[in-house]
């Protein structure tokens, strides 16, 4: 975890943000809601800042992209986060220190403690050199739409009905679930079914 370039002071706020709810009482739930809206903050604010001529829409788009759990897994497996995880013996089975969830979840408690230990200007700090290469890649003028509202968008311009959307679980395993989604479009007159995770 040296790639976080802070050190603690109360050493036991680290514990707590490293302690998954499986293993003990004092867990890192709450530092994970406070670190979810600092993260949320000095994102929406660096962007904000970056981009200043981008309507609201393609701000929220970016800051949804760069705060999605996917994102922030990643960015704990760059911390090493996973390594250092306190699981109960279940997720250690299970191989929670792998789990996107549960390393996005730890590292939205990491910035959580790294507030209570510090300051906001040292946590937006700490956030922006873990989002330092993710920031400089960004084009706002090419912001990408998720595929669904892509879709959506297109059908509206052309006076077309919105498409049918229909999920299901095939497979509800907490570590590895999987899903058929089923998606209509009226002027395609048939299904288009994909699968994921």
């Known amino acids: 975890m040296s790639q976080l370039q802070y050190e603690f002071q109360n050493i036991d706020l680290l514990r707590q943000a490293l302690t998954h709810r499986s293993a003990q009482t004092i867990n890192n739930e709450r530092l994970e809601y ?17 981009f200043p001529t981008q309507k609201e829409g393609n701000l929220s788009r970016l800051r949804s992209e760069l ?7 990643e960015i704990a497996r760059e911390l090493a986060l996973g390594e250092v995880l306190i699981l109960g013996p279940g997720e250690l089975k299970s ?3 792998r789990r996107d ?27 922006l050199n873990c989002y ?12 990408n739409k998720d595929p669904k509202t892509q ?3 297109y059908l509206q311009s052309r006076q077309q009905p919105l498409p049918v959307y229909s ?7 907490d570590h590895n679930p999987l899903f058929e989604a089923h998606c209509q479009v009226a002027v395609l007159k048939e299904v288009v079914i994909a699968t994921g995770t």
């Open 132 to 143: 330092h290469q993710r920031l400089n890649a960004l084009n706002a003028s090419g912001v």
């Open 67 to 73: 705060v999605k759990g996917v994102t922030l897994a």
């Open 167 to 173: 999920v299901y679980a095939l497979q509800a395993e």
């Open 151 to 153: 879709l959506q968008e």
């Open 101 to 127: 969830s549960i390393l996005a979840d730890a590292f939205e408690a990491l910035i959580g403690a790294v507030y209570l230990d510090s300051d906001i200007t040292t946590v937006q700090t700490m956030i």
């Open 34 to 50: 406070l670190g979810d809206a600092i993260l949320s903050f000095v994102i929406a604010d660096a962007l904000y800042q970056r």
């Open 95 to 97: 191989g929670g220190f």
